[in-house]
Nanobody, 115 residues
Framework: QVQLVESGGGLVQPGGSLRLSCRAS????????MRWYRQAPGKKRELVAT???????NYADSVAGRCTISRDNAENTLYLQMNSLKPEDTALYYC?????????WGQGTQVTVSS
C-alpha cells in the first residue's frame, strides 16, 4: 500500500535551516507529482511546494526564495530544504501525493521555529 513517512523536523532558532524528508513506497514515485503541505495550530492546511515528475517546482508566496523542494527518484524520497526560517513557519509538515485517484498523506513532521 502507499506509504509516506516524513522526518527531519525539529526545533530551530529563527534564521536557521532544516531539511525535511519524505520516504515513499507502494506506488511509482518517479511518475508522481509530490507536494509538501503544512498546518499550523488553528489554521487550515496550506500547500507549501509542489514538484512534478519532470522536476518542475512551484512554491507558496510565503516560502518562495527560502525553500527548495527536490526529489531523489532512485531513493523514492522527497525533500524540502527550508532556510531563513521564521516563527510563522512553525507547523506540522506533511507530504502528499495522488495515486490512482486517491489522496495520500504522511503522518507529518513537526517544525518549531523559536528562540
Amino acid at each position: 500500500q502507499v506509504q509516506l513517512v516524513e522526518s527531519g523536523g525539529g526545533l530551530v532558532q529563527p534564521g536557521g535551516s532544516l531539511r525535511l524528508s519524505c520516504r515513499a513506497s507502494g506506488f511509482i514515485f518517479s511518475s508522481s507529482v509530490m507536494r509538501w503541505y503544512r498546518q499550523a495550530p488553528g489554521k487550515k492546511r496550506e500547500l507549501v511546494a509542489t514538484i512534478t515528475d519532470t522536476g518542475s517546482s512551484n512554491y507558496a508566496d510565503s516560502v518562495a526564495g527560502r525553500c527548495t523542494i527536490s526529489r531523489d527518484n532512485a531513493e523514492n524520497t522527497l525533500y524540502l530544504q527550508m532556510n531563513s526560517l521564521k516563527p510563522e513557519d512553525t507547523a506540522l509538515y506533511y507530504c502528499n501525493t495522488v495515486w490512482r485517484g486517491y489522496v495520500y498523506w504522511g503522518q507529518g513532521t513537526q517544525v518549531t521555529v523559536s528562540s
